[in-house]
């Protein structure tokens, strides 16, 4: 059987598929971790992927590609499993005092887990096929193989929007995780003050020595580092506070949750890992003093922000996104993985949130990232070369974005700006790839607009000569945090990241356009990063699917 898309597929293919997909969806059923307390077994269930993360890790592996990628997948995992416990498990909850780790728990955390992770992959591939991203074949009654792109350049550019860059055999991100590869040596005596306090409490648990000294040195740290890595104008609201103020919400949840993960991992060295301790569970009300405390924000400011980070408030889809884990019915009582927030790209996070949850604020703040764009590329891109924009053109034609000359080598470079946001799930690829598609248009129209009048911008000073007197003319679109596959080579689509790398560096614009141009800024198969393929199953249904794999490293998800 040949592989096709849904709008491709026979009507028997669509039902028996869907069929599958029904089945699959009854996975939790008899599952021993659901027959206790609903709270009881969602702190479990995040125990359990801590777990799995530090044991899969080694200390050299924290911080590089391999912990991101783990983190990235459990996140996912952690949330399907809190879904399993929250709408299956017993209504009643328990004490946070009853949260114990025990042999049997742990064996029926072992098995949610086993179920949850494959399911959380049925939960991509399915609604990808769906959304036409998958073509899918049937090989018996109950096993699909789904098939990743409809070209080479689609794949290549799908592992390009998953970090992947040539010649890098490693995750790439527009945020670094907020580990902690170096330490000051007042930071090192802060962990150790808090070592030597600790006191053991149990088999698996334990309480650590003084940690306001050591959290404010941490605060600090993170809010130099969040600083450094500002995307957005920081005065955007994203609500009722704006992201300069999330910001410093941020740093303050950073040291408290890197403070205790480094310490957890010290405890461990010399001593049995403390699995009780792992998840930090406090009161909601000792969260908001918490990190009203380290953030310098007022508590009433930090109630308005930590709903948009608690998961469940919303369909939010992992908790990378929204750390925050409700262990209560009226969420009073919260609990966090502190790898989740740790490898988090916390901006882009809460500008999703916001886009969900408030979705006319979130068109607002969209209204500026063309200027910021541009604003950026005009402090990178250094004479001789000229940078312009935007520019009006008239009624009826849209506004030309950018414009970058070069009359040393004649050439002239015409572009329209795009900040997608990046799409998080399979339903959110069409309407991303449908702006992608818009600037095409918009450049097309753009250009037979100025090739009917070649002078009109050099007549209005814009430019310093009529089109026809350039060497190269290039129009374009320049794409930050999207691409989608295009082989129209009168209107190409650029990753913002290479454009501006490349227009800020040394080559002069017709290497610069002919490297643009011919897409090796994108990684390859088979040398950069390859497929395997993989079967997952759960309740009965088996699944084989290609995962994108860097090539020392692990697989990547959507």
Not at 100 to 123: G, K, N
Request: hydrophobic share 40%.
């Amino acid at each position: 059987m040949v592989a096709k898309t849904k709008a491709e597929s026979p009507q028997h293919v669509v039902e028996t598929i869907e069929r599958l997909e029904r089945q699959s969806d009854a996975c939790c059923t008899g599952l021993g971790l659901l027959g206790h307390a609903w709270n009881y077994a969602a702190w479990l269930s995040l125990t359990e992927c801590v777990r799995r993360i530090e044991t899969n890790l080694t200390p050299n592996e924290y911080g590089g590609s391999k912990h991101k990628i783990l983190v990235m997948n459990l996140a996912r995992v952690a949330g399907q499993l809190w879904r399993f416990a929250h709408d299956h498990g017993r209504p009643r909850q328990c004490a946070p005092s009853a949260f114990r780790w025990f042999p049997r728990v742990a064996r029926e955390s072992a098995l949610a887990f086993d179920v949850a992770w494959p399911y959380s992959q049925f939960c991509l591939h399915f609604p990808g096929w769906h959304r036409g991203l998958y073509a899918a074949e049937i090989e018996d009654a109950n096993t699909i193989r789904f098939h990743i792109g409809s070209s080479q350049l689609a794949r290549r550019v799908s592992a390009y929007g998953k970090g992947i860059r040539p010649g890098e055999l490693s995750l790439v991100t527009s945020e670094e995780p907020q580990q902690l590869p170096s330490l000051s040596r007042a930071l090192i005596e802060a962990f150790e003050e808090a070592i030597r306090g600790a006191e053991g409490r149990g088999l698996f648990s334990v309480r650590f020595g003084p940690l306001g000294r050591l959290r404010s040195l941490l605060a600090e740290m993170y809010s130099e580092r969040l600083s450094n890595r500002l995307r957005r104008y920081p005065s955007i609201s994203v609500g009722d506070y704006s992201l300069e103020q999330f910001r410093a919400f941020y740093s303050g949840l950073l040291a408290v949750v890197g403070a205790h993960e480094h310490l957890c991992f010290l405890w461990a060295r010399s001593r049995s890992r403390p699995l009780e301790s792992l998840v930090l569970v406090y009161p909601r009300v000792k969260w908001n003093e918490l990190i009203s405390e380290y953030s310098g924000l007022a508590v009433s400011c930090i109630e308005h922000i930590l709903p948009d980070l608690t998961f469940g408030a919303f369909a939010s889809q992992d908790l990378q996104m929204t750390p925050f884990v409700p262990l209560a019915d009226d969420s009073s009582l919260l609990g966090v993985v502190p790898h989740f927030p740790l490898q988090s790209n916390s901006e882009e996070n809460i500008l999703r949130v916001c886009s969900y949850r408030r979705p006319n604020v979130y068109s607002q703040t969209s209204l500026t990232k063309e200027a910021e764009m541009r604003d950026r590329l005009k402090s990178a891109v250094k004479p001789p070369r000229l940078v312009c924009g935007p520019l009006n053109l008239g009624k009826g034609v849209p506004d030309l974005d950018l414009v970058i000359e070069d009359l040393a080598s004649g050439t002239l470079l015409l572009a329209e700006l795009k900040w997608p946001r990046k799409p998080y799930a399979p339903r959110e690829f069409p309407e991303r790839d449908k702006e992608l598609r818009k600037g095409i248009a918009q450049i097309r129209a753009v250009r037979s607009f100025l090739s009917a009048g070649p002078g009109f911008l050099a007549d209005r000073g814009y430019v310093r000569r009529p089109l026809t007197d350039y060497a190269l003319v290039q129009y374009c679109v320049v794409s930050r945090d999207h691409l989608i596959e295009t082989q129209d080579e009168e209107y190409p689509v650029y990753s913002y990241d290479v454009f501006e790398n490349e227009m800020s560096g040394p080559k002069d614009m017709p290497s610069i356009l002919a490297f643009l141009n011919s897409m090796d800024w994108l990684p390859r198969e088979d040398e950069d990063f390859t497929f395997q393929w993989t079967a997952d199953k759960v309740a009965g249904v088996t699944v084989f699917s290609e995962l994108f794999l860097l090539k020392s490293h692990g697989a990547l998800t959507m």
